[in-house]
């Protein structure tokens, strides 16, 4: 009975709201507990939530395209979706997504109840839209569990019993055309704060969004909305035209001074999957993108009553595209001779943090109040930047990786650090698909390597931490084999960290193992938990006694302390 004394020993060092209750841990998603992690030597638990790993990855060519909650865990409880039903490799409406309540008793993970949802996800790419299955992301709040529902509702549900006490519906009727479109957020005070987005029924990608919103829900159950279109007054309305990209052949820019032609912009709406942040004056933070235009994207800032306070765009803000981040013009990956020092080769002009539906980025809040957001771009090798707003929407600045990442925000002293992954991928080519102009690989100069990046407030490097593992492996029984098939190391497959109390970070990787790294960038413990080439990037939580929950392959190990042999019969 290892897993008691293990609780036991550590409970004199664990302070209180030390539990992990949404996505990011808190309102601000610093993704920071309070407790002290156990380092991982030990698998306590190994619960399979998603049963369709292998038609998943089928339909996503060996890849798993779906992206997955956070585990939430409170005390002894833990709180995981479950998916049920049927999976039809052309629609991902068909499965059922369930809340379920596993109760650690007597060292084992057990499952208590298990309720399901009438949530389905946004429809899936036939039209343009996403190709990774969105999240479903229930919160712990107010000492309830609150799950998304039909129609933009929330069901609210005993954490006891698993029973759904009541519909929480901020609509006239229900109206299932209508989605709630990420993580479900809370702030301090018990306030629900989520995303929704109304589909035209015949084209939902193709044609402008019926509507979008910002929703509220108070502890006492009573809710109230504000439309994208009311907080973001400074975009271009839905029927306004925005500048596209380069529809001939690559190399691009055309010429020096070409311009791209205008496309509609279509509304504005919350980019898919993405959590809002909450402030501790309780300013909410989201990002929103017209339908048609992923450049045309916006850090929005509301006020606690819904009303707008300042939205900054992501637009313009980037110079660091061709001849700087890119080949040098003319050379295989490069833009075409003559292109500006700094443009996007895409539309010639400086670069755009863009919000990409097949990301989970979500906007984080630092101790000083400012603002970071993992944006998407294209031109770099599809790395993305992590951009840097100030409290009032001052642009502070960006780093060069920002994909499908909620970074980790970790104060020391009278600073704090931001922790992110940084996939140098080398599989696709540097700024288009044209393999004759932007061949696959990467240059002497800007390797493939897949680092773990600690910045400063001013994104610095503080130090990386490099994937180094060059083995795929795989267990047969009791024995891990394994081939030595990745020179370059692996993908860091996470899109939100977890860090202790003690700057400790834990990060899953592709080759199927769970890192510890410690506040100066060593390498203290690593697991195997099993092989995960093209898995699915997913988030990590710690629990109050240390135990660490990640993520592989549709599976949630939870992982922690062995007992040595002499200390078990003292466990039992």
């Not at 038609?55 to 996503?60: N, T, W, Y």
């Not at 009311?230 to 975009?235: H, L, W």
Request: contains cysteine.
């Amino acid at each position: 009975m290892r897993r008691i004394f293990i609780a036991t020993f550590l409970l004199t060092s664990i302070p209180a709201h030390a539990q992990w209750q949404q996505w990011g841990r808190d309102p601000q998603h610093t993704g920071v507990t309070p407790s002290v992690a156990q380092p991982p030597s030990a698998i306590f638990a190994n619960y399979v939530y998603d049963p369709f790993v292998a038609q998943e990855s089928f339909i996503g060519g060996g890849d798993l395209l779906a992206h997955f909650q956070a585990p939430l865990v409170d005390g002894i409880d833990v709180f995981m979706e479950v998916k049920s039903g049927v999976y039809d490799l052309g629609d991902w409406q068909a499965q059922t997504w369930n809340v379920a309540n596993l109760r650690w008793t007597n060292g084992q993970l057990v499952q208590r109840w298990i309720t399901p949802t009438d949530w389905k996800p946004v429809p899936s790419e036939a039209d343009g839209g996403p190709s990774f299955e969105p999240v479903f992301h229930a919160i712990l709040a107010n000492n309830f569990v609150y799950m998304p529902a039909l129609g933009g509702t929330v069901d609210q549900v005993d954490r006891n019993s698993g029973a759904i006490i009541r519909r929480i519906n901020p609509f006239p009727s229900l109206d299932a055309t209508i989605y709630v479109a990420g993580p479900l957020s809370a702030d301090s005070a018990g306030n629900i704060i989520y995303n929704t987005m109304q589909f035209d029924t015949l084209r939902p990608w193709t044609s402008d969004m019926r509507g979008s919103w910002l929703v509220k829900i108070t502890p006492s159950g009573t809710s109230s909305r504000v439309a994208y279109t009311n907080i973001t007054p400074n975009a271009p309305r839905g029927s306004d035209m925005c500048l596209g990209v380069f529809t001939s052949s690559p190399p691009w820019p055309p010429s020096t001074a070409a311009v791209p032609p205008s496309v509609q912009c279509g509304s504005q709406r919350p980019g898919l999957n993405v959590a809002p942040a909450i402030a501790s004056d309780g300013t909410i933070y989201t990002v929103s993108r017209a339908q048609f235009v992923s450049r045309t994207s916006y850090l929005v800032a509301v006020n606690p009553d819904l009303t707008p306070k300042w939205n900054a765009s992501l637009r313009d803000r980037l110079n660091d595209g061709c001849n700087v981040l890119l080949p040098p013009n003319g050379t295989p990956g490069g833009c075409r001779n003559g292109a500006l020092t700094g443009v996007d080769p895409a539309d010639n002009t400086r670069g755009a943090g863009r919000v990409n539906d097949d990301s989970t980025s979500s906007p984080v809040v630092a101790p000083d109040g400012s603002i970071y957001y993992g944006a998407f771009t294209r031109y770099n090798y599809a790395q993305g930047h992590m951009m840097h707003f100030s409290a009032t929407g001052e642009y502070l600045g960006a780093y060069r990786f920002g994909w499908d990442v909620t970074p980790a925000i970790w104060s020391h002293g009278q600073s704090y650090s931001v922790i992110t992954k940084e996939n140098h991928y080398a599989s696709l080519g540097s700024y288009c698909d044209d393999s004759s102009v932007c061949p696959e690989g990467r240059t002497s100069s800007d390797p493939e390597q897949y680092t773990i990046t600690r910045l400063s407030p001013s994104l610095d490097i503080e130090w990386q931490f490099k994937s180094t593992n060059t083995k795929s492996c795989r267990r047969v029984g009791n024995t891990i084999l394994c081939v030595d098939d990745h020179p370059n190391g692996f993908e860091w497959c996470v899109n939100a960290p977890a860090v202790d109390a003690n700057g400790a970070t834990f990060v899953n990787s592709e080759d199927g193992f769970l890192y510890a790294i410690d506040s100066s960038g060593r390498l203290i413990g690593s697991m195997f938990l099993q092989l995960a080439i093209g898995a699915a990037y997913t988030p990590l939580s710690i629990d109050a006694q240390g135990r660490v929950y990640t993520q592989n392959a549709g599976h949630m190990f939870v992982v922690g302390a062995a007992i040595p042999a002499r200390r078990r019969a003292v466990a039992r």
